[in-house]
């Protein structure tokens, strides 16, 4: 779960340069009505802070009910076959992200089409919250457009469901809206240089070819790590039941170096001569089986 959360943090903050177009309008409009002169930097900054507050709880809200469908999914599926297929299909959407962010491929707009459906139901909320002159409104500001159609948001929320499960799923889209939150802070502080900064690009070229990193290292890992969980990796089990008269067996199963099943059995209870056998050397002694 760690790493998930690692690489939802990674994604906020370095694809949050796609956030600049998407989200730049939408900040600017939490100036509407400030007192800006005379008003302290740091009360402007908390302003923005709480915008964000709310926009974070949404994402987590969003991650939960991810991490529920993914699991209600996984719930008819084995848990060998899930966990790296859940895996490769993240690094594929981070591959698609990453490509989008740079430019060179946008896929993911078609995703970000979608969810403009049910965007057109929750957008007039958000006006209900402007002028956002106050700490509860803002926050409500935030809260409604955390729902913006967002591809970066999207591929996260691919990381929250294959987690399976809805607390995790939250966990993973608030570590991604931390990591988002420092570009929305600079965009909120009007900070022209930086913002133009983030436009070029060269930047989102390699910004867009890291995520892209991050996606081939998590397809990598999904398909070793299935890789050696099957069969014939020399892993052993043992399990215990009971047969005949001998009391319980213990019997071990592997796989020998030469690919051939072996199975031992032995006795775990020892058998006194004369009671309940008449060959009691024979009933104690382990016999193996190659």
């Not at 177009?21 to 100036?31: E, K």
């Not at 939150?181 to 133009?196: F, R, Y």
């Not at 099943?261 to 058998?271: A, E, G, M």
Request: hydrophobic share 45%.
């Amino acid at each position: 779960m760690e790493l998930a959360i690692h690489t939802a943090v990674m994604i906020g903050l370095l694809g949050s340069t796609h956030c600049v177009g998407m989200c730049g309008g939408i900040v600017g409009a939490l100036n509407v009505g400030l007192p800006h002169s005379g008003r302290p930097p740091l009360s402007r900054g908390l302003h923005h802070l709480t915008y964000n507050a709310g926009r974070i709880v949404s994402y987590a809200a969003a991650g939960a009910l991810a991490g529920l469908a993914g699991a209600l999914m996984a719930s008819n599926i084995s848990l060998d076959t899930a966990v790296p297929v859940g895996r490769l299909i993240a690094g594929l959407f981070m591959i698609a992200l990453g490509l989008y962010v740079a430019g060179w491929w946008h896929a993911v707009a078609a995703m970000e089409r979608a969810g403009a459906h049910l965007w057109r139901r929750i957008e007039p909320l958000g006006g209900r919250f402007l002028p956002a002159t106050t700490p509860a409104r803002t926050f409500g500001l935030g809260l409604v457009w955390g729902w913006l159609p967002c591809g970066l948001v999207y591929s996260a929320l691919v990381l929250a469901m294959v987690s399976a499960s809805p607390g995790k799923g939250a966990m993973i889209m608030l570590g991604f809206g931390l990591g988002t939150l420092p570009m929305l802070l600079v965009i909120g502080g009007a900070a022209e240089h930086l913002i133009k900064l983030m436009r070029h690009p060269v930047l989102r070229q390699v910004v867009g070819a890291t995520i892209m990193l991050f996606g081939v290292y998590a397809c990598v890992t999904a398909v070793n790590g299935h890789a050696h969980s099957t069969p014939g990796s020399g892993s052993h089990t043992t399990r215990q039941d009971h047969s005949g008269d001998g009391g319980p067996i213990g019997r071990q199963r592997g796989v020998d170096g030469s690919g051939q099943l072996r199975q031992r059995s032995f006795s775990t209870v020892p058998i006194s001569p004369g009671v309940g056998s008449t060959a009691a050397p024979a009933a104690s002694s382990a016999a193996f089986f190659a």
